[in-house]
């Protein structure tokens, strides 16, 4: 019942370089038709902004284009760019495979916070490290020219490691500290099992007994790495599901509400109304 397109990187080529580099603008004259439609993809991707120049749509929300904004868009979130011509930057497409080349490559996406961010989906990269983000982008435009020399991948690998490690040092600068190691990998096994349970309309208890922890440390460790509650996170995920069925699908309110769980049609409308201040058929009609 969806119409949101959703893009993959190399599908049907498994054997080809799970990575590409792009010039934003180039890339964006080419592929307009796509990119100006809300879309998803199989891979992540990374938007390096080089000029102010409009908005960005990611999941339901605009987020202002800025110099040096770089976004990071996670498997199967929604976005869209605007339909211009003056978009300057560098976009970068990986599947998980190419970097994760063997079993503690894991943490790049476990640890770290930045595809996993809760506030907004960007970095402000900072002065000082313009420089060296430019470098290792340089040092991959340069890598892209010997793609029959010996270890071409590994290197083109660790550059991009290099790359988001480089961010991801910086960005935990402003992190709080007793946000451990333990408590950043249940966090991200919370919404890792929330991925599979928000369309069964599971209880906070039963993600509880997934993690193998109780109701009260489940919302103990969300309270104090996110400021949130694991309901809130879970109501969170469900609308933004419905939202994104109701703006990209002709799917009836009802048949959304059943895949969310919802057996009760109506339950569902006042449930939706209660988190939106809308219906989902009033949501509907707001973006046409």
């Known amino acids: 019942t969806t119409d949101i397109n959703e893009y993959h990187l190399h599908q049907k080529s498994p054997s080809k370089r799970q990575f590409e580099l ?9 592929n307009k038709k796509h990119s100006a439609r809300p879309h998803s993809h199989s891979f992540y991707q990374l938007i390096w902004f080089h000029s102010d120049a409009g908005e960005h ?7 202002d284009i800025k110099k040096n904004r770089l976004f990071f868009i996670a498997k199967n979130q929604v976005h869209y760019f605007e339909d211009r ?13 190419f970097l994760l080349q063997n079993e503690r490559d894991i943490e790049i996406f476990i640890h770290y916070n930045l595809f996993n961010n809760l506030a907004a989906p960007y970095y402000e990269v900072p002065e000082h490290l313009i420089g060296d983000l430019t470098t290792y982008l340089h040092q991959i435009k340069e890598e892209l020219k010997n793609v029959y020399a010996f270890g ?30 333990g408590n950043t990998l249940s966090i991200l096994n919370f919404r890792k099992i929330l991925e599979l349970g928000f369309r069964k309309n599971w209880p906070v ?3 509880a007994s997934e993690l193998n922890v109780s109701t009260k440390t489940l919302n103990n460790l969300i309270k104090s790495a996110t400021g949130s509650t694991a309901s809130k996170m879970i109501n969170n995920r469900i609308i933004l599901e419905a939202k994104r ?4 699908s002709n799917a009836f309110v009802n048949e959304i509400g059943f895949d969310l769980g919802f057996q009760d ?13 809308l219906t989902p058929t009033e949501f509907r009609k707001s973006f046409s």
Do not use: A, C
């Open 22 to 30: 792009f010039n934003l603008k180039e890339y964006l004259l080419k």
């Open 152 to 181: 071409h991948q590994s290197i083109l690998t660790n550059i991009l490691k290099s790359f988001l490690i480089t961010i991801e040092r910086e960005n935990r600068k402003s992190v709080p500290r007793e946000s451990s190691q």
């Open 265 to 277: 049609p109506s339950y569902f409308v006042k449930y939706f109304k209660k988190h939106v201040d």
């Open 245 to 248: 069925q109701l703006f990209h």
């Open 85 to 97: 011509d003056d978009y300057q930057g560098v976009l970068l497409h990986f599947n998980e495979s």
């Open 57 to 63: 749509f990611v999941d339901f929300k605009s987020y």
């Open 205 to 207: 208890s039963r993600y």
